[in-house]
């Protein structure tokens, strides 16, 4: 019969012109809920609750997707939430961002938004290689499994995504775009290769990533010591963008203080990178090295370049090893044989090996220029290096360039511009940025990961993939042993390749990318997720683009956002995209912790089937021993997970949501404990939300007509009291919805209106239209929130006979209703509020106080102590909390007698 009513239209658009055959097919049959029977259930107990959701679920997805075709005759907005690494199973942390991102999209769908909400998989990563390893599974396989798995799961909660526009980082029809914008930035100069260090388990012979070396050092898996190794890497070089990555976080709206962690991220962008050729005896050693000054309008004075004792040159497999090993006695700044060729400015400079262990920041190059800091002038005199003065002071106290080649005679912030300027143009560094701020290492020597699409060729060098030989697919892979070299580096088949050049031999590069890189351009791809000849169009990515608002954990706050922004910034420059910045406003959620029981001990965490819970405080259930108790982020390893699954069938679909959004504002973390009052308070307000239904379909089933003519003066004061809390309700959860995100606010303003409406006399329930009107806005403003419980109550609001309010379209269901609006004549009442003062609960008269100020207890306070009234009845009396009605305009003082 389910099928039967599905196939007869589950979306219910326009469900009352199919309610008569409804119920003909559900006549004599045992009675539910109200959408299947036309009969009103007056208890919303948990079979009721659960048969709501389960009616309901299929009919707003579909509304969801029918609703979500391309109208670009609607504002749109891009609601974005960081897609998982398919694990194989959601934990309570997916639950609550997508909780978040769910109500923010039914919201402005219900607000006449065109909604983009889609979901994806950021499918490559280490743990399909470690599942590889340990269970013999092939990742691919395993991939798609968990994918399948969780997107049941997301399905199961009833979350809404824009599922037609799904991505996996790890198919071939997407990462072919990363390997495309990978060749764009090698193309640009951006992407290159150097020796950097790495994690070497000398036992199994195989890189580690940071994650497989726990905290003594030691490999995950053969317990060996972890060597530092250099292997040439890949790099990108985001400090190129540093600056403008900077300077454009000025225009961005309020980030829940993750700007200030970019901007710390970056640090201050003052100086620059010269690029030098490196010589011996006269002959060019093949050597390229980038070195940092705090001055480069003063660079024609340099004198030095100095490395660090602990440079790859000297420990990695340079040319240059042996001959700076020579020069190299620790302690001492030593001049060695090695000379350094500006690329600017044509100048021959020796390299010196300094005396100090750290550079400031992550620098471990600078050039060494006496005439703008004592230190180099100290090194240089010490080796005997002659100085040259390249900055001349004027009688007014001007600074400005002598022995500078054509930027002779420029005053030094000019001389800035210009030489950093044609340094840039000549491609030999000249953007500016921080010390602290490092490239990008993009290449891992993993399996599962985007192939890099470069070749190397005896002949003709490094070469990128040509984009018509796109993508560089990834070979099925044999046994994984976790020893050895990457499956790739030994897949002769797959790397040995002809050069497109000189069609000679060639071999493909065998490392893969960082993950960190398909998620640095996803939200493009959504945009045109089905393209085949390009990344994304740039029609389709400019009408979407930016991310209207982008829902993400506080992990994520620095390394991929920084990551992303400089994508968005680089398609710019390569006209691929409008806009330079890719997410608007930013909302980072907190995380949802469980309680861990560990032994003081050995630090072990425990069960909770381990624990003795019978006494004041939990203890160890054999030993008896006191436990360390804290919260802290869901693991299995720490036993303090909740299985999400396990929670919805015990509360439901809309319990989780408002408990979830609920708890605690976005941003901060939830403690998860049902024996707090968040779980038992929403449930208590699901239940007056359909006991007041239930008393207004009494009310209007009663027999007589409603008439608000029959409302006494009192009666009418109520009513006005409602439709002022109702307006006011509206313009905060509106708010909280747009401009704060404080959606736990906004629940809490919703259960403020259900109580005012409970409290409401039966016959201001049968005649006003205020309360009728009332009751159909908190339907809608709970629907994005709670979108199942909302459903049903307004499908019985919307058959009640003789409605008074004509501006709602009854035949729709809740989340097709329009937003509703605060009423014009609210926004035009008086500037002053007459606040009626009690003091211990006795009135003693009123206080004029500012229209804007009325509801904020803090102001109100303070103007009723500074008023007459105040002087006359608080002065010198020791008040010990004053409480100001949520829902009148009245401030009680609790004072001592």
Request: charged share 25%; proline share 5%.
């Amino acid at each position: 019969m389910q099928q039967a009513l599905q196939r007869l239209g589950p979306c219910s658009l326009c469900w009352g012109k199919q309610w008569g055959v409804s119920g003909a097919i559900l006549r004599g049959q045992r009675r539910t809920i109200y959408s299947e029977t036309g009969v009103w259930e007056r208890d919303y107990k948990a079979e009721t609750r659960s048969k709501v959701e389960t009616w309901w679920r299929p009919r707003i997805k579909e509304q969801w997707c029918k609703a979500s075709e391309t109208d670009k005759s609607r504002p749109k907005f891009y609601m974005l939430s960081m897609f998982p690494y398919p694990s194989g199973k959601l934990h309570m942390g997916h639950v609550r961002v997508y909780t978040i991102s769910d109500t923010i999209a039914h919201f402005q769908r219900m607000r006449g938004n065109q909604v983009l909400n889609p979901m994806g998989w950021d499918a490559f990563g280490l743990p399909a290689e470690n599942a590889a390893i340990e269970r013999g599974l092939d990742p691919e396989e395993w991939t798609k499994s968990n994918i399948a798995h969780m997107r049941e799961q997301l399905n199961s909660l009833g979350l809404c995504f824009n599922w037609d526009r799904e991505i996996t980082t790890c198919q071939p029809d997407y990462y072919k775009w990363t390997q495309y914008l990978f060749v764009k930035l090698f193309e640009a100069g951006l992407a290159y290769q150097k020796e950097a260090l790495v994690n070497w388990d000398p036992v199994d012979q195989t890189v580690l990533a940071d994650e497989q070396v726990d905290e003594n050092g030691c490999s995950w898996r053969s317990g060996a010591k972890v060597e530092q190794k250099y292997l040439k890497q890949w790099f990108i070089k985001t400090t190129h963008y540093a600056k403008p990555l900077l300077d454009a976080l000025a225009d961005l709206p309020e980030w829940y203080g993750v700007k200030g962690m970019q901007a710390n991220w970056i640090g201050e962008c003052t100086g620059c990178f010269f690029d030098f050729h490196l010589k011996v005896n006269g002959k060019v050693a093949g050597e390229k090295l980038s070195a940092y000054t705090f001055t480069p309008e003063a660079v024609y004075g340099a004198t030095h370049l100095s490395i660090l004792p602990s440079h790859r040159l000297l420990h990695g497999n340079s040319p240059l090893k042996e001959t700076l090993q020579k020069d190299f006695i620790a302690g001492k700044d030593c001049l060695t044989s090695v000379i350094a060729v500006n690329l600017l400015t044509g100048l021959e400079i020796p390299v010196t090996i300094s005396a100090k262990l750290k550079f400031e920041g992550h620098l471990d190059t600078t050039i060494g220029i006496p005439d703008t800091s004592p230190d180099d002038s100290a090194v240089a005199r010490s080796l005997g290096l002659a100085c040259l003065q390249v900055l001349e002071t004027l009688p007014d106290g001007t600074e400005k360039l002598v022995h500078s080649g054509e930027f002779t005679g420029l005053d030094r912030r000019a001389a800035f511009n210009a030489i950093t300027q044609k340094a840039r143009e000549k491609s030999v560094g000249g953007y500016l940025t921080s010390s602290k701020l490092r490239d990008w290492l993009v290449s891992r020597q993993r399996y599962w990961g985007t192939p890099i699409p470069i070749m190397h060729c005896q002949s003709c060098g490094t070469l990128p993939v040509p984009t018509e030989d796109l993508p560089v697919l990834l070979p099925k892979a044999g046994s994984f042993t976790g020893k050895g070299a990457s499956p790739l580096a030994v897949a002769s088949h797959w790397f040995t390749c002809t050069c497109p050049q000189c069609r000679g031999p060639a071999r493909r590069e065998t490392d893969t990318m960082d993950t960190f890189v398909d998620s640095a351009w996803y939200y493009f791809r959504y945009t045109d997720p089905h393209n085949a000849q390009r990344p994304f169009d740039r029609v389709l990515a400019d009408h979407w683009m930016p991310v209207d608002l982008y829902i993400g954990g506080k992990e994520h706050a620095v390394m991929h956002l920084y990551y992303a922004r400089f994508f968005s910034h680089f398609c710019k420059d390569q006209n691929l995209v409008k806009h330079r910045e890719p997410f608007h406003k930013l909302l980072v959620q907190g995380l949802i912790k469980g309680q861990t029981f560990r032994l003081a001990e050995s630090g072990q965490f425990l069960k909770r089937e381990e624990i003795d819970f019978s006494g004041t405080e939990p203890v160890h259930a054999d030993s008896k021993k006191a436990l360390q108790v804290t919260w802290e982020k869901m693991s299995k390893s720490k036993h303090n997970g909740i299985d999400p699954e396990e929670v919805v069938k015990q509360y439901g679909i809309d319990t989780v949501r408002l408990y979830i959004l609920y708890a605690a504002p976005p941003e901060q973390d939830i403690l998860w404990d049902v024996k707090t009052d968040a779980i038992p308070g929403v449930l208590r307000w699901q239940s007056r939300l359909w006991t007041l239904m239930t008393k207004f379909i009494d009310a209007r089933n009663s027999g007589i007509l409603p008439s608000p003519d029959l409302l006494s003066k009192k009666e009418k004061t109520e009513a006005k009291k409602i439709w002022d809390n109702k307006n006011y309700a509206l313009s905060q959860v509106t708010s909280h919805f747009t401009e704060d995100f404080l959606l736990n606010a906004a629940i809490s303003r919703l259960m403020g209106l259900t109580n005012t409406l409970s409290q409401a006399s039966q016959r201001v329930v049968l005649h006003s239209p205020e309360f009728e009107e009332a009751l159909a806005t908190l339907c809608v403003m709970a629907a994005p929130m709670a979108p199942h419980l909302a459903s049903e109550l307004w499908r019985g609001l919307s058959q009640v006979q003789n409605k008074q309010a004509s501006c709602w379209q009854w035949d729709c269901d809740v989340l097709l209703q329009p937003w509703p609006s605060v009423d014009p004549e609210y926004l035009q009442q008086p500037d002053t509020v007459e606040v009626t003062v009690r003091i211990n609960n006795k009135a003693c008269g009123s206080v004029s106080v500012p229209q804007q100020v009325a509801r904020n207890a803090e102001e109100v306070r303070e103007l009723v102590l500074r008023s007459e009234l105040g002087t006359t009845h608080l002065h010198n009396r020791t008040i010990k909390k004053a409480i100001l009605s949520p829902r009148t305009a009245l401030i009680n003082f609790l004072v001592e007698e």
